[in-house]
Antibody, heavy 122, light 108 residues
Framework: EVQLVQSGAEVKKPGESLRISCRGSGYTFTSYWITWVRQMPGKGLEWLGRIDPADSYTNYSPSLQGHVTISADKSISTAYLQWSSLKASDTAIYYC???????????????WGQGTLVTVSS | EIVLTQSPGTLSLSPGERATLSCRASQSVTMNYLAWYQQKPGQAPRLLIYGASSRATGIPDRFSGSGSGTDFTLTISGLEPEDFAVYYCHQYGTSPWTFGQGTRVEIK
């Protein structure tokens, strides 16, 4: 069974750093990209960026580039999303999802993690 | 970036009725790489349709997608109680990937 299991909820203060994780199982981790999507409270979905775990190649949304870093450790089938300095506006649920490549009809995410709630408040 | 505009914002319907959801893109979606997702409260999105018209694995055939270029439609042929949710369109043909703002399908 394909599963993406994300790390638990976090409460942080502005300026703090954070790394959340997404562990894949039930499939070959390096055969699928991992994408990260944000959902701010009561709002819609926003694509943040993606990584190919096979070689750690990344793409970022221009609006978020430089504020978040996406990485992966293929030896433990885990992808990460991290911040070096959180802002209150980073408060959101963050989802990881897998997808098959980036230029093909099946490239859209098919399996999603359960989401990680990040709350940033002073 | 490609902006996706969904309409209506909210659709109030009764079980058994037909739902028609629209998604319009600000420019042509590359290769019609347009997907539809369903999201229920407290849950992750669920893939329904990819490539504008292909149903994902395990999705009932009451869900169908159509359209090309800049205009796409998700149709639910007869609403079941579990179909009341928020639906998002998503284009994955051009980076950055983008989502529509969502259509809420609520019980009338």
């Amino acid at each position: 069974e394909v599963q993406l299991v994300q790390s638990g909820a976090e409460v942080k203060k502005p300026g703090e750093s954070l790394r959340i994780s997404c562990r894949g199982s039930g499939y070959t981790f390096t055969s699928y990209w991992i994408t990260w999507v944000r959902q701010m409270p009561g709002k819609g979905l926003e694509w943040l960026g993606r990584i190919d775990p096979a070689d750690s190649y990344t793409n970022y949304s221009p609006s978020l580039q430089g504020h978040v870093t996406i990485s992966a450790d293929k030896s433990i089938s885990t992808a990460y999303l991290q911040w070096s300095s959180l802002k209150a506006s980073d408060t959101a649920i963050y989802y990881c999802a897998r997808h098959e490549g980036i230029v093909m009809v099946t490239a859209t995410p098919d399996f999603w993690g359960q989401g990680t709630l990040v709350t940033v408040s002073s | 970036e490609i902006v996706l505009t969904q309409s209506p914002g909210t659709l109030s319907l009764s079980p058994g009725e037909r739902a028609t959801l629209s998604c319009r893109a600000s420019q042509s979606v590359t290769m019609n790489y347009l997907a539809w997702y369903q999201q229920k409260p407290g849950q992750a999105p669920r893939l329904l349709i990819y490539g504008a018209s292909s149903r994902a694995t395990g999705i009932p055939d009451r869900f169908s997608g159509s359209g090309s270029g800049t205009d796409f439609t998700l149709t639910i042929s007869g609403l079941e109680p579990e179909d009341f949710a928020v639906y998002y369109c998503h284009q994955y043909g051009t980076s950055p990937w983008t989502f529509g703002q969502g259509t809420r399908v609520e019980i009338k």
